[in-house]
């Protein structure tokens, strides 16, 4: 018998989400490198709920996205976490623009996002007095939420269904064996080897690297991370208090990014971000030198901002599956069974909106072990 029944690698927002959801189903085992979960892309974000917007409809993200957002909503609701259905306008300054926005209002609704208006001017002055722009796309179903709330809340939910996490815990290899995977960990200077039937890959930015420990080539799979960071400068309250809800402006053409765009928290504070470069090495640092571009990059919409409004605030790394100059690409959660792996299961490129989605793609997983006959008999409430 293995050691271990499910075996989950990872603790951020994505991998919590699935041993709450697995954990109803049996025994639960999460295992994270970092000194407590969520410390990594869960928590170096702009903190919205998206509603679907801006991927094809046969994209998975959209899908888990759209459905993502209103269990979310619940979610936050049912367990307080802190969140706020804040509002979004995605604003046009060209004539240009406002045709790409009407494509993706369509692009949306075919999606299956609802409630979305295209207004003119005069409406988007009422909704954002200060914002410049000659229409917009409004969209009232996305939010803004605490993710470290939702991170705790989701981490004690699993654990009060069984689930144990280990910190500190880092995998360094995956075998196939007879009853399931062999993973060899490194914890506080020493290492040792348990045997799982099941192990979920939610291991974020370094979820290539676990798929390539498990012998699968990940250039030839598509599975290979690119890293992509994006900075955030806060603004100062002055300037924070003139804008109402969330500004974004027309989307990057390859969404390697959705462009600079307005946030705001759930205290009233606001920053501007992310930018997106692709990136080598993990460093969280922002370049205060990137201040003018920030500032040149918004001011059409935000033309009552200075440069003096601008602080460097905090950075972000997205686990991207999309190569620079290449074409958007969908998330990968795959069962390996057809890689003679039955029982691993990877998640790649679980990028924004990953956040949005987490539930969802908690109950996708556990439905494709269901029908894999992996698990069965719904034991747990949380």
Partial sequence: MPDVEITIIGAGVVGLAIARELSAYGDVLVIEQDISPGRGVSSRSSEVIHAGIYFPSHFLKTRLCVQGNPLLYEFCRRWQVPHRRIGKVIVAATSEEAASLEKLDALARDNGVTGLRLIDRFELKTLEPHVNGIC??????????????????????????????????????????????????????????????????AAGLSSDAVAAMAGIDIDAAGYRVHRVKGEYFRVGSRSASRI????????????????????????????????????????????????????????????????????????????????????????????????GMPGLVNLIGIESPGLTACLSIGKLVAGMLIGADMIKGRRGTG
């Fill in 136 to 201: 917009a796309l409004a969209s009232p179903d996305t939010g803004i939420i605490d993710s470290h709330q939702l991170v705790k809340r989701l981490e004690a939910l699993a654990i009060d269904n069984g689930a144990r996490i280990l910190c500190r815990t880092a995998l360094v290899g995956l075998d196939q064996i007879r009853q399931g995977v062999a993973c060899h960990v490194r914890q506080q200077g020493s290492s040792y080897r348990f045997t799982s039937r099941i192990v979920i890959n």
């Fill in 244 to 339: 109402n809800g969330l500004v974004y402006p027309s989307p990057e053409k390859d969404l390697t990014g959705l462009g600079i765009h307005v946030t705001k928290d759930l205290a009233g504070g606001m920053k501007l971000g992310p930018n997106a470069f692709y990136v080598d090495h993990l460093d969280y640092s922002v370049d205060p030198d990137h201040r003018h571009a920030f500032f040149e990059n918004i001011r059409e919409l935000l033309p009552f901002l200075t440069p003096d409004d601008l602080e460097p605030d905090m950075a972000g790394i997205r686990p991207k599956t999309q190569a620079k100059g290449a074409p958007a690409k969908d998330f990968i959660i795959a069962h390996e069974f057809g890689r």
